[in-house]
C-alpha cells in the first residue's frame, strides 16, 4: 500500500453515535480502539470486560457528571480481529435523547477518547482489510439508498458482486507477471516459463473477464430509472389536464366528469436537459365499482413507487388540510377559476400561468435529487476498469509483435496498479478523502 501520512492515527479510541438522532427508544454510541474497554468502564463503573463474554449484553449503568441519577444502559463488547474495524469496539445503548447522548460522548472524550471523523469506522475497516474500497463505497450506498432498486445495488456491491471477481482476474495476472518476470532471469539460456500461446490464452480470459465487469456496470448505470413524478389527488382536480399541458400535447383524457382517469398513464419528459418521469394516476375516492378498485390500487402503488408526490389542489374547491411529506409537494390547479390559496404555487393548464415556474421547480428537485449512491462509485470503477483493459490490449499485442519480455511484463504491472487502485490495494490521501468525507459521522 501507498504509504498516508494525513491518515487518522489508528491508535487512537475514537467514539461517535452511531444511530440517528433524536428522541427514539434506544441510542447507540460506538467506541472502536485498543481503549475502548477501559473508557467504557469510566463511565459504567461496574463493566468489566474481561467477566463479559465476546459479543454479550452487560447491562448496568452509565454515571455521568451532568447528572444525578444513574442511567440505565446496556454495553456489547466486541474483541479485535473480529469486529467490522478491525479493532476492539464498545457498543453502549441506552435512551436516546439528545442531553444524555451527548453526555455519553463527553464522558468517553474525557476518558481519553477522540471524536470520530466523517466515515472513519468505514475507513478503519478498509485499512484493516476488513473491506476493499468497492464493498466501502456499498456501504454508504446502501446507507443513502433512497429505494428498493438502490438498496438492492448497494447490497449486491457489499455482499462481494464486484470485489469478487476483481480479485480473481487481479489473481490471474499476479501469477501470469510471476512467470513472465521469472522468465527474464533466464534470457541467456532462452530457458521459457510460458508459452506464447498460453500467455495469448490467459490475456484473452483476462480481457473476457473486464468486457464482463464493463458490461456489469454499464448494466448497473442503465438500470437507474428517471426520477418520477407522480400526480394525485381528488378527482377532477386538473391531474389530467395539468399532465397534457406538461407533456405537451393530449395524452391523457380530459373531461369534466369526474373519475374519467381509470388507469394511470406515464411520460417521459424532458425539462431543460432534466428527464423526469411524470405519472397521471386515478383520483383519489372511495370506489363504487371493482374497476374503480382497481383504478385506486394501481394509483396507490405509483404512488408509493415516487420520488415525488405532486398533490393537485384545485382553486375553486376547499383545500383539504393535510400532512407534508419529504417527498409530497402540493400545488394548485385551476387558478384561472379562482385565487390560489398564498403558500402554494398557482398553475393554470388553460392559460399556461405557472407552467414554467412547476417546470423550473421538478427540475431543480431531480437535480437536488443528484446521482444515485452507488453512482461516484461505478464512475471510479469504470475509469480503472477502462485503463486496465487498454494495458492488457497492449500486452496482447506485445505477445503477437513478439516484442521484449520486459515491456510485457510493465504492461502487466501497470495493469495490475489500475485494478489496485480500484479496489483500494493502491491508494492515496486524496481518493480516501473523497470517499469517506462523504460519510456521516458514526458509520
Aim: glycine fraction near 6%; charge should be negative.
Amino acid at each position: 500500500m501507498t504509504p498516508n501520512t494525513n491518515l487518522p492515527d489508528l491508535n487512537d479510541t475514537i467514539v461517535a453515535l452511531s444511530s440517528a438522532p433524536g428522541p427514539a427508544a434506544r441510542a447507540i454510541m460506538r467506541l472502536s480502539g485498543r481503549r475502548s474497554a477501559a473508557i467504557a468502564r469510566v463511565i459504567c463503573r461496574e463493566f468489566d470486560k474481561d467477566a463479559v463474554p465476546a459479543g454479550h449484553l452487560h447491562s448496568g449503568h452509565l454515571h455521568l457528571a451532568s447528572f444525578r441519577q444513574p442511567i440505565a444502559a446496556d454495553i456489547y463488547h466486541f474483541v479485535a480481529p473480529r469486529t467490522y474495524t478491525g479493532q476492539d469496539i464498545i457498543e453502549i445503548h441506552t435512551i436516546s435523547c439528545q442531553p444524555i447522548v451527548d453526555a455519553v460522548i463527553a464522558g468517553c472524550l474525557n476518558a481519553g477518547a477522540r471524536a470520530a471523523q466523517p466515515g472513519e469506522f468505514t475507513m478503519h475497516a478498509f485499512l484493516a482489510g476488513k473491506l476493499d474500497l468497492t464493498r466501502a463505497e456499498a456501504v454508504l450506498g446502501v446507507i443513502e439508498a433512497s429505494d428498493r432498486h438502490e438498496l438492492k445495488q448497494a447490497l449486491a456491491q457489499l455482499a462481494g458482486g464486484m470485489a469478487q471477481p476483481l480479485q480473481t482476474l487481479r489473481d490471474d495476472l499476479l501469477n501470469l507477471l510471476a512467470d513472465v518476470e521469472a522468465g527474464l532471469d533466464f534470457t541467456e539460456e532462452d530457458i521459457r516459463f510460458v508459452a506464447a500461446d498460453d500467455l495469448l490464452r490467459r490475456l484473452a480470459r483476462g480481457l473476457a473477464h473486464l468486457v464482463n465487469l464493463r458490461k456489469q456496470l454499464d448494466q448497473r448505470a442503465l438500470g437507474q430509472r428517471p426520477f418520477r413524478v407522480v400526480l394525485a389527488g381528488e378527482p377532477n382536480a386538473g391531474k389530467s389536464s395539468l399532465f397534457n399541458a406538461l407533456v405537451g400535447r393530449a395524452a391523457a383524457l380530459v373531461s369534466a366528469e369526474a373519475g374519467t382517469t381509470r388507469d394511470y398513464l406515464v411520460k417521459t419528459i424532458d425539462l431543460g436537459g432534466v428527464s423526469i418521469e411524470l405519472v397521471d394516476t386515478a383520483g383519489l375516492r372511495a370506489p363504487a365499482s371493482a374497476i374503480e378498485s382497481d383504478a385506486q390500487s394501481l394509483g396507490k402503488e405509483q404512488t408509493r413507487q415516487a420520488d415525488l408526490v405532486l398533490v393537485c389542489m384545485p382553486c375553486d374547491r376547499p383545500q383539504p388540510a393535510g400532512a407534508a411529506l419529504p417527498n409530497t409537494l402540493s400545488i394548485a390547479t385551476k387558478a384561472d377559476r379562482a385565487p390560489a390559496p398564498p403558500n402554494l404555487l398557482a398553475t393554470s393548464a388553460t392559460t399556461g400561468a405557472g407552467l414554467a415556474e412547476l417546470r423550473r421547480l421538478l427540475a431543480d428537485r431531480v437535480r437536488r435529487a443528484g446521482h444515485t449512491p452507488l453512482a461516484p462509485s461505478l464512475s471510479r470503477c469504470r475509469h480503472h476498469v477502462e485503463a486496465c483493459f487498454e494495458h492488457l490490449q497492449h500486452a496482447h499485442a506485445i505477445v503477437i509483435q513478439e516484442e521484449l519480455p520486459e515491456i510485457l511484463a510493465l504492461e502487466l504491472r501497470l495493469a495490475l496498479e489500475e485494478l489496485g487502485a480500484m479496489t483500494g490495494a493502491i491508494y492515496t490521501n486524496d481518493l480516501l478523502d473523497r470517499i469517506f468525507s462523504r460519510f456521516c459521522i458514526g458509520k
